[in-house]
């Protein structure tokens, strides 16, 4: 006996793997940026977004990676005070 499956059925299926991908990627993972290798100690300009590289995510140096509102990407090391200060004013 030979069965088929519904037309809902393979959405649900279809839907659930999509979903277990997203899960096993941790979904931000799909957002790629590029890896900062060095960087600065601080930065004139206003930030708009920060986001935190650790080693393992793809890129070996610990490290921010920080938008200014002119929209310019700079990465900044990770023992920076100033940026720092600047993350507990938020």
Known sequence: MRTTLSA???IFLL???VAMLFSASQGHTLIHFPCCYGGILMMKKPI???FQQEPGSG???AAYLVKSLSG???CIK???KWLKM???KV
Request: charged content about 20%; overall charge positive.
């Open 8 to 10: 809902s059925r393979w």
């Open 15 to 17: 839907t659930l793997a």
């Open 48 to 50: 708009e977004q920060c």
């Open 59 to 61: 890129c070996n140096t």
């Open 72 to 74: 310019q990407w700079q």
């Open 78 to 80: 990770k023992n920076s």
């Open 86 to 88: 600047k993350l507990q």
